[in-house]
């Protein structure tokens, strides 16, 4: 059980620095002079991207430990 709270830490916690665009949008954002609009976006659908993933590790971990509780 500690390994799998430590993989699911260990994956949660550890983020690389992404860069997540559709083709047109990279395309408008690599034609403009400065790069802030870019990293913007990317920062804007990462985050959009991570919560969903947040919200269904918190459900599935609320329900891990309400069948471990009926169980014991």
């Known amino acids: 059980m500690?390994?799998?709270?430590?993989?699911?830490?260990?994956?949660?916690?550890?983020?690389?620095?992404?860069?997540?665009?559709?083709?047109?949008?990279?395309?408008?954002?690599?034609s403009e002079e400065g790069q802030a609009t870019a990293e913007g976006i990317n920062d804007g659908i990462v985050y959009l991207m991570a919560v969903p993933y947040i919200l269904v590790g918190g459900i599935i971990y609320f329900i891990c430990k309400k069948y471990n509780t009926l169980k014991k």
């Open 2 to 30: 500690k390994s799998k709270i430590f993989f699911f830490l260990f994956s949660f916690l550890f983020f690389l620095e992404t860069n997540a665009q559709c083709a047109m949008c990279r395309a408008v954002l690599e």
